[in-house]
């Protein structure tokens, strides 16, 4: 059976663009959605060359299209592209996820939204205004953490990354309880912290380790990394073994696209272990 099996003439249709697009779990999580929910849809990859981009988004009304998720490098020619935007978009520059509404390109971004549900579903008693937060990265999925932190009410983040001026940068953006630290302070700075966010590549397959000790760390800390190929980095084995809560990033991933799924096929999907297991099998 092929994610083609099982809907008309009459299904709705969205997908993902980006540039490669083929590493993309994105099929994989909404379509295993649809055949959950037995919607007649489907959801397919658009490989789009970022320099044609903005004019391609433009032309999904159109095709008859519902909407996209938008991944690298195309999420800031998607900004440009909308008629408008929700707040999240707006303050990161940002679109990952569009929706065709009467002609009219709607622009969200939902990676914050991903980030904070996924925080919240691993570890309940999570509060905001638990204490100081260390994220470590500074790309979009950390520009993205800390608005999201910063709106939910964190007293201080620190920003560390092995380029001191783009931290410096969302330093300067956010403002408010936002703090850059040098790279090489990031072990020192974890010593009152409630969260450790790595939003940096470092840990993922193929990737150098992230260096850091975790000697500081209090121990009721929580650790969460963006990274889930591997599911288990050597970050989140190093918090489990001094007994702080860890947290993969494959709920991100996850939470981040029920906001896309339910504006176009009109069901708010769950996020469980089952879906975890599906997508899983190929990572």
């Not at 658009?46 to 299209?65: N, Q, S, V, W, Y």
């Not at 931290?167 to 703090?179: C, K, L, M, Q, T």
């Not at 975790?214 to 980095?233: G, N, R, S």
């Amino acid at each position: 059976m092929t994610i083609f099996d099982g809907f008309s003439g009459a299904a709705l249709v969205a997908g993902v663009c980006g540039w490669p697009i083929k590493h993309s779990r994105s099929p994989r999580i909404h379509n295993y959605w649809l055949r959950q929910y037995g919607i007649d849809g489907v959801y397919v990859p658009f490989a789009m060359p970022p320099e044609g981009a903005k004019d391609a988004i433009r032309k999904l009304p159109e095709l008859g299209i519902r909407g996209i998720n938008v991944t690298a490098p195309n999420k800031e020619q998607a900004y440009k592209a909308m008629d408008n935007v929700d707040r999240w978009a707006r303050r990161l520059k940002a679109v990952n996820t569009i929706v065709v509404r009467g002609g009219v390109l709607h622009g969200a971004n939902t990676d914050a939204f991903g980030f904070l549900e996924s925080l919240r579903n691993a570890k309940p008693d999570w509060r905001a205004d638990a204490g100081p937060v260390v994220v470590l990265g500074a790309g979009g999925a950390a520009r993205a953490i800390v608005a999201g932190l910063q709106d939910k009410g964190a007293p201080e983040i620190r920003i560390a990354n092995r380029t001191p001026g783009r931290a410096e940068a969302i330093r300067d953006e956010f403002g408010g309880s936002v703090r850059a630290i040098p790279w090489e302070q990031r072990g020192h700075a974890l010593i009152d912290v409630a969260l450790l966010v790595n939003a940096t590549s470092l840990g993922m397959q193929g990737q150098p380790e992230l260096d850091i000790d975790l000697t500081k760390l209090p121990d009721t800390a929580a650790v969460y990394d963006i990274v889930y190929v591997p599911l288990e980095t050597p970050l989140l084995a190093a918090a489990r073994a001094r007994g702080n809560p860890a947290i993969d990033g494959l709920g991100m991933l996850l939470h981040q696209a029920r906001p896309g799924f339910r504006e176009w096929f009109g069901t708010d999907p769950v996020v469980d272990q089952a879906l975890r297991d599906h997508v899983l099998a190929v990572l």
